[in-house]
């Protein structure tokens, strides 16, 4: 039997993320970045390294002056780093929301739309989580997240055959009034589900609806962050 080989390089699927993202997109890490057609910022957040502050703060200055932001989240394999540090890259500087600041002189402060799918993990779970919570950015996508961000415990059996993985602390204080995010996710603000006949046409439905919202506004209530500061 032959087994067809994914573009992430093994046998088995995983999200990469969109169909038909925006052209001429430039890349750090394995982050990718570049405008839309319509001028907005676009980032692609793949994964959640340790030094993804200092990553945002070069795409945040080769962006430059953007009307808005597109942060698309999908297949987030997560990872670990200073989660502050990454919310406050999406502030003014100084005090700004609640209990965040500021950290950064190129930081983005206009209105954004966070794209998010089952493929978002771990840390790319609470990332988003906080964007949503903490009402900096409006949530778009077809699912909630994958619903595994607590932290785990492996246990090998002393024949080495088998290993079992479970919960050993979970955020329950913080996401979906106390239920946490293991085993429900983070769920958007608003379902999108991909369109078909967008995919005839070469258009992502996610980024074609995140533009149209920066372009119109949101929802009300839903972002209560100013962003014409």
Do not use: W
Not at 59 to 68: E, F, R, S, V, Y
């Amino acid at each position: 039997m032959t087994v067809k080989r994914q573009r992430n390089g093994g046998p088995n699927f995983v999200p990469i993320g969109p169909i038909f993202p925006p052209e001429n997109l430039q890349s750090v890490g394995r982050q990718s970045y570049g405008r839309t057609a319509d001028g907005n910022g676009y980032i692609h957040l793949r994964d959640i390294p340790g030094d993804l502050p200092q990553q945002l703060d070069q795409i945040l200055k080769t962006l430059g002056d953007i009307p808005g932001l597109i942060l698309d989240m999908r297949a987030n394999g997560g990872g670990g780093c200073d989660h502050e540090a990454v919310f406050g890259r999406f502030l003014a500087i100084g005090p700004s929301l609640g209990q965040h600041r500021g950290l950064s002189g190129n930081s983005c402060t206009g209105p954004m739309v966070v794209i998010i799918d089952a493929g978002v993990r771990s840390a790319g779970e609470t990332i988003a989580g906080m964007f949503k919570e903490d009402v900096r950015a409006y949530l778009i996508g077809d699912t909630p997240t994958a619903g595994t961000s607590s932290q785990k415990q492996k246990i090998t059996t002393p024949s080495g055959k088998f290993t079992v993985r479970f919960s050993v602390r979970s955020n329950m204080q913080r996401f979906n009034g106390g239920r946490g995010i293991e085993g429900i996710g983070i769920p958007p603000h608003e379902l999108v589900p991909t369109n078909a006949v967008d995919l005839t046409q070469r258009e992502d439905t996610k980024i074609k609806r995140a533009t149209a919202l920066l372009k119109s506004g949101f929802p009300q209530g839903t972002v209560k962050y100013n962003t014409t500061r």
